[in-house]
């Protein structure tokens, strides 16, 4: 099956290729799909979005569950019109996703009651979300720089940076591994991340990988990451020096994105087939996000033709998506960043709420432009009556504390037998708060074994941060992991968790977050890299 699609701008009916235009219109002119994946960001801070958004018919949406997950992703790429031949779309995400995942459906889906389902986002290598797209992204780069070259608009390889706040930087690593032409650099915050978390990164194998812990928490790292990307004078000498360019791997990245407006589609197409929805009836769904990029990509669904009721975007203690849903201010100027059980939605500058201002706005590249500069100047910006009205219209949002947390984590339990991430619990509860008559989707963007610690205070009663026992807290994440195990009957660790104890700690180094700093760690990476 193919899909055709009708785009939903009727002057662009015969475009043969869609174009990508910058947030804050500060780019010289609009960049195809292969030279936005590999700019990352756009020229003046902005980021790329797609000048067309297609649109599906319900029975092409139908359809797509007939298709094994790559074929899906296949087709909306297509439906994109982005730049490469459709063989090498295909061949691509045959690669993707494949045997790397643990489960032939890719991204199953569990229902919890009739109008509950857990779409399960993390039977990739790294068990987390992030899988999704970061094993889909680096093939797409590859062969994006690939094709520029080819075109003789290319003439030198690239080393991505990485800011993380724990899951993305394993993915990334994992990713972009012995790539060729490419290096990577990932940074985290020290202290930040849960012990699996940090071994995963700190045993990355592959030649071409770099880990670095910052003293700071996750703002500091992606702040310190887009400094040094606006740094022009750091990129000249990357080029003469190096013959390198800087590019993303984070979700500021359009490539990173894409392939979650994937999932999405998907979803939606396979609870139609397994008669848990009806063709056209809708479901809303709810997000546990820091960064706003994977409810972004419901939304892009949402604008393609699925038929996605309310939006439900899940905070943890750090509230600032909360507060801005539910005021129309973003305001970080006085607000504490505080360390939950939820750590990879552990930040206060959500990058991807850019996009979707510019679409709730009209696309007001203007408007844009002076919010973001009001936020980096003021660390506060309010939006126009009609900018907050339209995101009324389409999300809902809830914060969840440290303790609830903990409890939804145990409650699921005892209800369902069905354990829990953090990440997901913050989800699942902010779901139950806000739920309407409409089925829920909730994404589940980590698998529990990342979260041990947490997730055994859970089940044994202990509020957050307090010290586990004694014999509990010798153990390492691993050990942690296989009691959890045994104690609920499970058997699902994956084994690229249950191995790291065995693996060699490779990186180890931590390093200040300023752009300076950041600047000469990775011009030491790239000397030993040449050496």
């Not at 500060?26 to 960001?41: C, K, M, Q, W, Y």
């Not at 104890?501 to 931590?510: K, T, W």
Request: hydrophobic share 40%; net charge negative.
């Amino acid at each position: 099956m193919r899909l055709t699609y009708r785009r939903n701008r009727q002057k662009v009916q015969d475009m043969a290729q869609n174009l990508y235009s910058d947030t804050r219109g500060r780019s010289e002119r609009p960049v195809t799909f292969t030279e936005a994946v590999i700019d990352g960001l756009a020229a003046g801070g902005g980021l790329y979005v797609p000048e067309h958004i297609p649109e599906l018919s319900l029975d092409e949406i139908g359809a797509l569950a007939a298709l094994p997950y790559a074929q899906r992703a296949a087709r909306i790429y297509e439906a994109f019109d982005i730049d490469l031949p459709a063989d090498t779309i295909e061949a691509l995400m045959e690669r993707a996703y494949g045997d790397n995942f643990d489960d032939e459906r890719i991204c199953p889906i569990t229902s919890l009651t009739a109008n509950t389902h857990v779409l399960e986002l993390w039977h990739g290598p790294t068990s987390a979300f992030k899988d999704m797209a970061l094993q889909c992204l680096p093939k797409f780069f590859s062969a994006s720089a690939k094709q520029l070259r080819e075109q003789g608009k290319l003439d030198h390889d690239f080393m991505i940076l990485v800011a993380t706040s724990g899951d993305t930087g394993k993915a990334a690593l994992e990713g972009f591994r012995d790539a060729d032409g490419v290096s990577i650099g990932v940074m985290y915050p020290d202290g930040g991340v849960s012990d699996i978390q940090f071994k995963q990164m700190a045993t990355q194998r592959g030649e071409n990988v770099q880990v670095w812990g910052v003293r700071g928490n996750f703002d500091d790292c992606q702040t310190g990451a887009k400094n040094v990307f606006g740094d022009e004078a750091f990129a000249a000498r990357l080029r003469d020096e190096h013959g390198v360019a800087l590019s993303s791997a984070n979700s500021i990245n359009w490539g990173r994105l894409m392939p979650q407006i994937v999932y999405y589609v998907s979803a939606y197409a396979q609870l139609v087939a397994d008669g848990k929805l009806g063709l056209g009836d809708e479901l809303d769904v709810c997000v546990p996000t820091g960064n706003f990029g994977n409810i972004l990509a419901a939304y892009y669904a949402k604008c393609m033709g699925v038929p996605l009721g309310m939006l439900y975007c899940a905070s943890n203690e750090n509230r600032v998506l909360a507060d801005f849903i539910n005021t129309g201010t973003y305001d970080i100027s006085e607000r504490d960043f505080v360390l939950t059980p939820s750590p990879s939605m552990d930040i206060l500058v959500s990058s991807n709420l850019e996009r979707q201002l510019f679409e709730l706005t009209g696309r007001d590249a203007s408007a844009i432009a002076g919010w973001m500069d009001d936020l980096k100047r003021e660390r506060r910006f309010r939006v126009d009556e009609g900018t907050f009205a339209k995101v009324r219209e389409t999300f809902a949002s809830d914060s969840i504390d440290n303790a609830t947390c903990l409890d939804t984590i145990k409650r699921v339990f005892d209800e369902h037998a069905y354990l829990l991430d953090p990440h997901t619990a913050v989800a699942y509860q902010t779901a139950e708060n806000l739920r309407g008559e409409n089925p829920v989707l909730i994404a589940s963007t980590a698998h529990w074994a990342k979260f041990g610690d947490n997730v055994y205070r859970a089940l044994h009663g202990i509020a957050p941060g307090a010290a586990l026992p004694d014999d509990v807290a010798q153990l390492s994440g691993c050990e942690l992991n296989e009691l959890i195990a045994r104690e609920t009957g499970r058997d699902d660790i994956p084994r690229g968790l249950a191995e790291l104890d065995a693996l060699p700690v490779r990186f180890g180094e931590v390093i200040e977050g300023g752009t300076g700093d950041i600047e000469a760690a990775v011009t030491r990476f790239l000397d030993h890299l040449n050496d």
